[in-house]
């Protein structure tokens, strides 16, 4: 009998690993900076598709993580006398299960910053943080990790919402081979299939007519993931990507979206 094929919702696979690594690498670089920095006031963090939390292999997803960065920066700065800005980490997942484990874990734990969960679609949610981020101060800055299982819920629209006012940066993760693989076939005009049809869709959302995705002049994975990255900035924010291989040609992308020059610098640290 063959061994039961290790399921990405249920364990921290490698990919996983190196994305989360580097989510919590930056976010200790961001904690601190902010914190330190006068023109900030308070902090919040924005966990879209947290997911379970703590998986079956006993390792902590990207709510806990961050929890933990929280808990390390506080630390640091108790060490120092130096103190820390407002902090918030706001949880959701489409699926209750999922975030109601993540509350549990965490309101267990010492309160180091204030919580706010919910349980929400990607659209639901996506429009609450455009809500909240258009009525914040200019002096509140924001990290949203986006991590959703795929990438119907990505729009050109929502990401400019989100960074228009500045305070705001973004970390995404997309599974840039299967979109890479299925990218031709999507854009025929009679598909049926609904995958092709939401990657078509965001094919059409973030590139023009002329584009070399639109017309199947893209060299490998890496082009197409240098394609994405260029396309997120909107021509207004800078950007940086970073792929990891799941396994022989399967690739994923985590892409960083700043309105600041500093934050750019401070990624491409981390990476």
């Not at 799941?246 to 992308?253: E, G, H, V």
Request: hydrophobic share 35%.
């Amino acid at each position: 009998m063959k061994p039961r094929k290790k399921k990405a919702k249920e364990l921290v696979l490698p990919h996983s690993q190196a994305k989360l690594d580097l989510y919590q690498t930056y976010l200790g670089k961001f904690l601190t900076i902010l914190s330190l920095a006068q023109f900030t006031t308070a902090v919040n963090i924005y966990d879209i598709f947290c997911g379970t939390g703590i998986y079956k292999d006993e390792k902590f997803g990207s709510p806990i993580l961050a929890y933990n960065s929280i808990v390390r920066t506080k630390r640091l700065f108790n060490s120092r006398n130096w103190k820390l800005k407002p902090l918030k980490l706001i949880i959701n997942d489409g699926e209750a299960e999922k975030v109601d484990k993540v509350r549990n874990y965490l309101e267990r734990m010492t309160k180091v910053c204030n919580f706010e969960f919910h349980n929400k679609d990607s659209e639901e949610i996506i429009g609450i943080l455009k809500k909240q981020i258009a009525k914040q101060s200019s002096t509140i800055r924001n990290l949203i990790l986006i991590d959703p299982y795929g990438y119907k819920e990505i729009h050109k629209g929502d990401i400019d919402s989100l960074m228009r006012k500045k305070n705001t940066e973004i970390l995404l993760f997309l599974p840039v081979a299967q979109m890479y693989r299925f990218s031709t076939v999507a854009q025929k005009e009679n598909t049926t299939n609904t995958g092709y049809i939401r990657l078509k869709e965001f094919i059409e959302d973030f590139f023009h007519e002329t584009h070399a995705i639109r017309n199947n002049q893209i060299t490998d994975i890496f082009h197409y993931i240098s394609e994405i990255e260029s396309a997120l900035t909107l021509g207004k924010y800078y950007s940086s990507s970073y792929y990891i291989q799941r396994d022989k040609s399967n690739y994923y992308a985590l892409f960083f979206l700043t309105p600041n020059l500093f934050g750019l610098e401070k990624i491409l640290g981390a990476k």
